[in-house]
């Protein structure tokens, strides 16, 4: 409890700026201003959902222990208090949640941000295969980047939608000119967008080496495609030797690790000028070297790997500072996509903003020679002392074991897409979550707590919460499903009836009535309170519950494109998909060190789960029923 307290004060290195300190105004403001706070669901009712969201993946004696738990939790007047304390929590500020949320999702969160919290992305390959095609392609991303950057500054951005309802924008003001900072208990964001004179560049590494490319002119105009072209060729000529320490690994260590070797490399004022000006740009561009080759089927799940963790000290890993929120990677070979910190954002923003980019590097390009000849781009240099060395050292081998056991399959299902699951009026999301379900339960022979991410988007300064696909209207399906006792009609009758459950606890979360934030709430707020933890949070079924062996989400895109990213825990997969209309795009990770788990295999039970539900359905004509 204490230590809670001790971490909640923690604080970000004086010249950096928390993001939650930043002022706004304008348009965005009158926007943001607009929207409702995040409610603080009645106690009743989440533990109520609690109960039910329990019963497909605990044993029936659990539940019951649990059902007691609870009961104690409302009689004894314990729960009632702790409500009272989130209630008046919300009234005092903008979001009762978000600070939480933050800390405890992200900055507290000690595990390498590799695999673990920094989502991947994976373009579709590029058609170019040498130096001039990276560049090319690099610096109209670039230009890119900066068109759509100029919305955010003018604050022209149309607002978002979800379900009739505007969305809260924050999120695009944190992605740009902004970096994680490592700490001893807790880390930091900063954010140097609204700061009084923002940065005027983006960091480029390429050979482990990193630069300072200014990509504005004096008069504020930004630098054309083929001035930036000019600029990192500049960069790459005066960056060939490969013998260099791949320092920016270091930012791949556990966070406790890496703190500590922040402090002993920010000593140096050299070192501590490269990380400002890396953790000040306003984003990074990694230019790659090829990407070892390999089958083409293999090719997807290769470049997942490499956008994940670039492949390892020997390879692109070095080409990385995994604290920046927004790193785009461009590979000489024409892979390419991006990694990002998750600390600032959700996919939905970063998802956006590259399908603005791709749609922007499509356009016929306008053909300006520089006239003005541009300044050398500034290398960032480093000393490297021998405890320096050492931790980089450590950092690649424990790099070395996390790719190792990194299990990813990206994979495009190309029989349908959201047209499918749409002409049978069913929704296409609660749909692929469904045959998910049935391919773990072909599996596993049994359901598992599942997360799916929900947006609270429709809440000033919302983030998520989790739709908890595994049902009991799934369980009573994906039983059902095979069993030849079962008549088909009956089967299609609780296909429906699951999918709809599906969507109902969807728009329950998005309009703030889910109940594991709720619950994280009470829990955090019981901390605060210094009051002893209640037995609710204290028992196996609260474990298995948290203990999300399906960690998933939607993240869908215009491009043709996927997203990734790591089990949340050991026995676990990652799931993300990008549903286009006429095919879905999809990435299953695992660890290889669970004899349990395999990637490509859950990703072949999805594959026939989608396939089997859709002939269920279509042996079944809806009119018939
Ligand atoms: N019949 C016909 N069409 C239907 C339908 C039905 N019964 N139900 C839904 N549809 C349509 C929708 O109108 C929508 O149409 P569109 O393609 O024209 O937009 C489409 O099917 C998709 O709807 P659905 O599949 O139900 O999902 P959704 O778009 O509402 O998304 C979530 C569901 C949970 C993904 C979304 O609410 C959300 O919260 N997204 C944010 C997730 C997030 O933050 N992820 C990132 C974490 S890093």
Not at 412 to 431: I, M, Q, R, T, Y
Not at 453 to 476: M, Y
């Amino acid at each position: 409890m204490l230590a809670f307290a001790a971490r909640a004060v923690v604080k970000p290195p004086g010249f950096l700026k928390p993001f939650s300190l930043m002022k706004v105004s304008g348009r965005f403001k009158a926007h943001q201003d607009s929207l409702p706070r995040l409610p603080v669901p009645p106690l009743q009712q989440s533990l109520d959902h609690y109960l039910k969201a329990l019963q497909p993946i605990v044993s029936k004696e659990e539940w019951i222990q649990t059902k007691q738990l609870v009961e104690e939790f409302q009689t004894s007047g314990v729960g009632e208090r702790l409500q009272k304390g989130l209630e008046r929590r919300a009234k005092k500020s903008e979001n009762w949640l978000s600070e939480w949320w933050l800390k405890t999702a992200y900055l507290q969160y000690r595990q390498p941000l590799v695999i673990h919290s920094n989502p991947g992305l994976m373009l579709p390959k590029q058609d170019f295969v040498d130096l001039q095609g990276q560049l090319r392609f690099a610096a109209r991303l670039i230009e890119g980047v900066l068109d759509f950057k100029a919305m955010i500054d003018n604050e022209t951005l149309p607002v978002e939608y979800l379900g009739g309802k505007p969305l809260c924008m924050n999120q695009y003001y944190q992605i740009l000119s902004s970096c994680r900072v490592p700490g001893p208990k807790q880390d930091s964001v900063v954010n140097f967008s609204k700061v009084k004179k923002p940065p005027l560049h983006i960091t480029v590494v390429h050979n482990f080496q990193f630069f300072e490319l200014d990509v504005y002119h004096s008069d504020g105009t930004p630098l054309t495609a083929d001035q930036i072209f000019v600029q990192l060729e500049k960069i790459w000529n005066s960056s060939l030797q490969t013998n260099k320490e791949p320092v920016g690994i270091l930012t791949s260590n556990h966070r406790n690790s890496w703190a500590k070797a922040y402090n002993t490399l920010i000593k140096d004022k050299v070192n501590r000028e490269s990380v400002r000006s890396i953790q000040q740009s306003i984003f990074a561009v990694c230019l790659d070297r090829p990407v070892p080759r390999v089958a083409d089927e293999a090719y997807r799940s290769h470049v997942a790997g490499q956008m994940l963790h670039g492949g390892g000290g020997q390879l692109n890993s070095g080409n990385r500072w995994f604290d920046k929120t927004l790193q785009f990677i461009v590979a000489e070979d024409g892979s390419c996509g991006l990694v990002y910190e998750h600390a600032a954002a959700e996919g939905p923003p970063i998802i956006s903003l590259l399908d603005h980019v791709i749609e922007f590097t499509k356009k016929p390009e306008l053909v300006s020679p520089p006239t003005v000849p541009l300044p050398m781009p500034r290398k960032l240099r480093f000393n490297i002392t021998p405890e320096i060395k050492k931790d980089i050292e450590k950092a690649k081998q424990n790099l070395g074991i996390m790719i190792q056991d990194l299990d990813i399959t990206v994979m495009v299902f190309h029989h349908f897409g959201k047209d499918f699951p749409k002409s049978e009026k069913l929704s296409p999301d609660a749909f692929i979550q469904l045959a998910l379900q049935l391919a773990y339960y072909r599996t596993y022979g049994q359901a598992c707590a599942t997360y799916e991410s929900a947006s609270l988007r429709a809440f000033h300064l919302g983030r998520t919460d989790t739709i908890r696909s595994a049902t009991v209207e799934s369980l009573a399906f994906v039983r059902a499903m095979d069993g030849s006792s079962v008549p088909e009609h009956q089967k299609v009758e609780l296909l429906r009836r699951a999918v709809q459950a599906h969507r109902d606890y969807t728009d329950r979360a998005i309009r703030g009535e889910a109940f594991d934030r709720h619950l994280l709430g009470l829990r955090l707020q019981a901390v605060e309170d210094l009051v002893s933890m209640p037995d609710i949070f204290m028992d196996a079924s609260y474990a298995v519950a948290m203990h999300f062996k399906l960690s998933t989400s939607q993240v869908p895109a215009k491009t043709d494109c996927v997203m990734f990213f790591g089990p949340v825990v050991p026995d676990g997969y990652g799931v993300c998909y990008n549903p286009r209309e006429a095919h879905i795009h999809f990435s299953v990770s695992a660890y290889n060190s669970c004899a349990e788990t395999s990637a490509g295999r859950l990703a072949r039970s999805l594959e026939r789960a989608l396939l089997d539900m859709r002939a269920l359905l279509q042996g079944h004509p809806r009119a018939k029923l």
